[in-house]
């Protein structure tokens, strides 16, 4: 079975601060996504990479950029880190290159920004 | 753009009862069409999609959806729930137009009684 691995489950950050979201993928995928879930907001797209060095911005990429060098790994930044980006975020991965047929999600990183 | 809406944020059923989850979308074109689902304290997954063919669509644990794309509708149904389908349901699509991507619904918080 496919596993999305994020690196932390529940992170605390100080507002100002620069932050890193990990996140690998084991089963060779092409594309890769960054959400973040809000209670009564659902999931919001934040950056997508279809390929290595490839990235996109989703519905809400203010204040986030993004990392992919390596095709199994997309890491999430947080230039500097404020009380409104505290928020569950979730990685996802899919093989399709255009359908997006289906995503895996991670597990999910809690962060709390103070 | 694509959107997705999902009728109800929070519904509460006792054991047994039917349930009707309300999803209806925002494109003009051809979609494909999915629900995930989150129980407690666990990654997203697929719950049922739909790409083409039988608009009636079965997925895991007895779930099943029907597209009707006059109504541009896709509603999660399920006969007899349990309590064990307490979690939040997501209803997603994905307008196909190159590379495009899921977009999510606000998401239903299911809560069932035993």
């Known amino acids: 079975d496919v596993k999305v691995t994020q690196s932390s489950r529940y992170l605390v950050k100080r507002t100002g601060e620069k932050v890193f979201l990990e996140c690998v993928q084991d089963?060779?995928?092409?594309?890769m996504f960054w959400y973040r879930q809000d209670p009564g907001l659902g999931l919001r797209l934040i950056y997508f990479?279809?390929?290595?060095?490839?990235?996109e911005k989703g519905d809400i990429p203010e204040g986030y950029s993004v990392s992919r060098e390596k095709k199994e790994r997309f890491s999430l930044i947080l230039e500097s880190a404020s009380t409104n980006q505290t928020s569950m975020y979730l990685c996802a991965s899919s093989l399709s290159e255009a359908t997006n047929e289906k995503l895996f999600f991670g597990s999910g990183t809690q962060l709390s920004v103070l | 753009a694509q959107s997705v809406s999902q009728h109800n944020h929070h519904v509460i059923l006792s054991e047994a009862a039917s349930l009707e989850l309300g999803c209806n979308y925002s494109y003009g074109g051809t979609v494909n069409l999915f629900w995930y689902v989150q129980y407690p304290g666990q990654h997203l997954q697929l719950l049922l999609k739909y790409f083409s063919g039988d608009p009636l669509v079965k997925g895991i644990k007895g779930f099943e959806a029907e597209f009707i794309k006059s109504k541009f509708s896709f509603n999660l149904r399920k006969p007899s729930v349990q309590w064990s389908d307490t979690a939040e349901y997501f209803c997603?699509?994905?307008?196909?137009?190159?590379?495009?991507?899921?977009?999510f619904g606000k998401g239903t918080m299911l809560l069932v009684s035993p």
């Open positions: 089963m060779d995928h092409e594309n």
């Open positions: 990479s279809y390929d290595v060095k490839m990235k």
């Open positions: 997603a699509v994905n307008a196909l137009k190159g590379y495009s991507t899921l977009t």
